[in-house]
């Protein structure tokens, strides 16, 4: 009980500390409403996966990333055209927080022709290239090299540009990070890493598998690293606007800690959690740590929105993850010939 | 025609596309000053300096991983891989990333980048730095990959490389970086397309279909048969990825007998794959079993007591083919 009282106090310390953070986010009232509401897309973007899912709609299957809404929103709400990010096998969250639309998301996990990829990608590749999204991708760590090679391009362009390579703790275990990281420093690139400390990489927790301190590893190449409460969308915001006026002043490479907690399994089907994590642990987080009510909070504390709006918006995102949902399944499959397309570029 | 290096044309093909297009840039493991260990690269970051011949640390997934992103954002990386055998350690930014992203998006991403490696033993480099990879690469769908054998190869190849939008593996032949032969003109830019391969010498008797280092013993073979009287027709492969396999074929249809020479293993090998489309395709027109020689299923040894015998040669070729000539084939 005593742990949890400790992480009750710092839940309050940190509800104050955003409220502070309203101010240095700098954000309009207009700018926060939708960042709230790219956080509930996020969560019934999820939701419907995972029933899709659990009805046998969806053929493989996928990772949510419910939960950790506010890491994915805060540091995307600091990007703007000209910035790039690449995401995880976790990564529907970033689509979205990115500016991808419902229908052709939920296209591409049915493997459906209308999909951002026209079905040949499925959850774990969503890229969205328009949106400056170059791709989740299914190798833990995987898209570390390249989120540093576009931060390299976009040096060497001089677009100004700044890109983010999104990885769960689970990539500190790779070591090609470490590579890149290293070049990251050396050549002052345009990069930010946000490392989404959901603490479990798959099944197991992070105090098993990562020795010392993640913040001393970006460290060590002198990489400027900070630690964020990843359930505070000011906190994370704040930290995005820190990370991205470096990169864009010159200054190189950023590290971002971001403690966040997933709901849902390493993957859909992963039900039975109780060997790796116990039921108290989640519902804490979920009763406690919500990023959405907590942002949602602070939205009513301000006088940005009232309860009955932020009810309205909820409804109104749910209506139109459902209508997309129905699109989807209804949509066409891609030609069967289809599969021999795109394998070299054109 | 002027008479220059494989290591020269090389180095001109990279030069004037550097010159042409602003956004190709090059890196890897001492490429500036020290221009590789094969001197390959020298004089050009004199010329375009370091912000576009870039030196890396020891770092393959790294900067090859890198070099993915920054084809994927607007650039051209020509990335310098130092030995093929490296490829080893590079295969999940390679095979895993660059060579799926247009395909995974549905064509919305491409990766126009160059991989140059090399391939080839008999410099008593030992197993880690005498390898022949390019059936491993050749083996993934999404790669290309060219295999120069000769100094107009060698340019005209990598030119249509780096204006490729997909990723290319060029495997140079470490032997040949000295070895001269014609090249045109800078001013009479070449391009030689991928999937066109080339007929050196025309025969009756039997094909000799090489790649890279294997063109040069096809050659010597061919003059071997002179002598006892045959002729060959030799065709030089230049790419693995895309195939050219109508060359091939249609040369294995007029002699009817064929020997398929690659440095790689040969087990699995690009000799494999070569041998088994002219059997399903030409099957017919074949008066003796196909034949193929890569190196021996060894890793290659130090010692040059063992190393030369364990890569193909022309006396070996010449011997085999002269029984598939005269039906002395044995049945096993």
């Given at each position: ?346 | ?60 997934p790294?900067?090859v ?22 490829l080893f350690l590079v295969m999940d930014q390679l095979c895993n990333q ?38 491993l690469v050749?083996?993934i ?192």
């Amino acid at each position: 009980m005593t742990a949890r009282k400790t992480t009750r106090k710092t839940t309050k310390t940190a509800r104050k500390a955003a409220r502070k953070t309203v101010d240095s986010a700098g954000r309009t009232p207009e700018q926060l409403l939708e960042a709230y509401r790219q956080m509930v897309r996020i969560r019934a973007f999820e939701d419907n996966a995972n029933e899709l899912y659990l009805q046998a709609k969806m053929p493989g299957l996928t990772h949510m990333s419910s939960g950790q809404e506010a890491s994915a929103v805060g540091v995307c709400e600091a990007l703007d055209e000209r910035d790039k990010i690449t995401s995880t096998h976790r990564g529907h969250g970033h689509c979205v927080a990115r500016g991808a639309t419902f229908r052709p998301m939920f296209c591409e996990l049915l493997g459906k022709e209308e999909g951002y990829c026209h079905g040949k990608g499925g959850s774990m590749h969503i890229a969205d290239q328009e949106n400056g999204n170059l791709g989740a991708n299914a190798i833990v760590g995987g898209s570390t090299g390249i989120a540093t090679g576009a931060a390299f391009s976009a040096k060497y362009l001089g677009t100004g540009g700044v890109a983010v390579c999104f990885l769960g703790d689970g990539a500190l275990g790779q070591g090609i990070l470490y590579e890149v990281m290293n070049m990251a420093a050396l050549w002052k690139l345009p990069v930010i890493y946000a490392c989404e400390n959901n603490q479990y990489g798959e099944y197991t927790h992070i105090d098993e598998m990562l020795a010392g301190n993640m913040l001393e590893r970006a460290r060590a190449f002198g990489i400027e690293a900070e630690e964020v409460d990843g359930q505070d969308l000011l906190a994370v915001m704040a930290a995005a606007d820190r990370a991205v006026a470096r990169a864009r002043a010159g200054e190189g490479a950023t590290f971002l800690a971001l403690k966040t907690y997933r709901y849902f399994g390493h993957h859909v089907g992963d039900i039975n959690r109780s060997y790796y994590r116990t039921k108290e642990e989640e519902e804490h987080w979920k009763a406690e740590r919500d990023p959405i009510p907590l942002f949602g909070e602070v939205l009513l504390e301000r006088g940005i929105a009232t309860a009955e709006e932020l009810t309205a918006i909820g409804e109104a995102i749910s209506r139109e993850a459902a209508e997309a949902v129905e699109y989807a399944l209804e949509a066409p499959y891609p030609p069967a010939e289809a599969a021999r397309d795109h394998v070299y570029a054109s | 025609m002027r008479t220059i290096t494989f290591s020269q044309a090389v180095n001109e093909a990279i030069a004037e596309e550097l010159r042409r297009d602003p956004t190709v840039f090059l890196w890897g493991e001492d490429v500036a000053e020290a221009g590789t260990p094969f001197k390959v690269l020298s004089g050009l970051v004199e010329e375009f300096g370091p912000e576009r011949i870039i030196d890396t640390p020891i770092s393959e997934p790294g900067f090859v991983g890198m070099a993915v992103g920054a084809a994927l954002t607007g650039t051209r990386p020509i990335v310098d891989l130092m030995f093929g055998d490296f490829l080893f350690l590079v295969m999940d930014q390679l095979c895993n990333q660059a060579a799926k992203q247009s395909y995974m998006s549905g064509g919305k991403l491409k990766v126009p980048m160059v991989l140059r490696t090399n391939l080839g033993a008999t410099r008593r480099s030992a197993a880690q730095h005498s390898q022949s990879l390019q059936a491993l690469v050749a083996h993934i769908p999404g790669l290309k990959v060219a295999l120069p054998s000769s100094p107009r190869e060698a340019k005209g190849l990598l030119k249509s490389a780096v204006r490729d939008d997909n990723p290319v593996v060029i495997f140079e032949d470490k032997l040949m970086y000295q070895a001269k032969g014609p090249v045109p003109e800078p001013e009479e830019e070449e391009l030689i397309p991928f999937g066109q391969a080339n007929r050196l010498q025309e025969g009756e008797d039997l094909s000799l279909v090489a790649t890279s280092s294997m063109v040069q013993v096809a050659e010597e073979a061919a003059e071997g048969l002179r002598a006892e009287g045959y002729s060959a027709d030799v065709i030089d492969v230049r790419t693995l990825v895309p195939l050219d396999e109508d060359t091939i074929l249609a040369s294995v249809r007029k002699t009817g007998r064929v020997i398929v020479l690659d440095e790689g293993h040969q087990s699995y090998g690009a000799t494999a794959e070569i041998a088994s489309r002219i059997a399903d395709k030409a099957f017919y027109h074949l008066d003796a079993p196909v034949t193929r020689f890569g190196a021996w299923d060894v890793p290659v040894p130090f010692s040059p007591a063992l190393e030369d015998q364990t890569v193909p040669d022309a006396a070996r070729t010449v011997e085999r083919a002269l029984q598939l000539i005269r039906g002395e084939v044995a049945r096993a």
